[in-house]
């Protein structure tokens, strides 16, 4: 199967201060990814997409950048605040192939007031 | 913001028994999914269904599951014979057809509901 991974199980950061959360993925043919956030209880909610003919995709305080020479992906959350407290998770799909998408294990993140 | 809804949050279920769980996704979207994740695992893709039919599963997606649109608005998942390793959340998504930059849109999840079997 995918393997979708993510270098650090838990981060932790201050208030005010930008966040970098990272994810691997294996399969080079994956051209979709996403990143959702998930809060404690809640169902994951997308926080931004990128296609593999980009890599770096900007929205509100978040940047994705893709890096396809070594499947790499990240999340740079900027001004990170008390709200932005929860698990991150990529997942990436193959457009053309189906509708399934690989998740990761997820980052949890942590802000400190 | 439109958003899918899941009942019930919570379902306690005994081993052997079945299980339907309810979905609502948003009201112009075609394609519809079930997920579930295992308590401190990944989020496992189960099936999606378009067009009134299943476009694809997993291998996890075996015979005792089922889904089912029996209207136009809900689309259920229903577990035949409940085993304890059934227990988990498990979210549903829809997608509308078409979005900003072309034939991708992102899948929109309810918040859930937790199956627990005893």
Known sequence: GESVGLHLPTLSVQEGDNSIINCAYSNSASDYFIWYKQESGKGPQFIIDIRSNMDKRQGQRVTVLLNKTVKHLSLQIAATQPGDSAVYFCAEKVMSTGNQFYFGTGTSLTVIP | ?118
Request: proline letters at 4%.
């Open chain 2, 1 to 118: 913001e439109p958003e899918v809804t899941q009942t019930p949050s919570h379902q306690v279920t005994q081993m052997g028994q079945e299980v339907i769980l309810r979905c609502v996704p948003i009201s112009n979207h075609l394609y519809f999914y079930w997920y579930r994740q295992i308590l401190g695992q990944k989020v496992e893709f189960l099936v999606s269904f378009y067009n009134n039919e299943i476009s694809e599963k997993s291998e996890i997606f075996d015979d005792q599951f089922s889904v089912e649109r029996p209207d136009g608005s809900n689309f259920t998942l229903k577990i035949r014979s409940t085993k304890l390793e059934d227990s988990a959340m498990y979210f549903c998504a829809s997608k509308g057809l078409y979005g900003q930059g072309g034939s991708n849109q992102p899948q929109h999840f309810g918040d859930g509901t937790r199956l627990s079997i005893l």
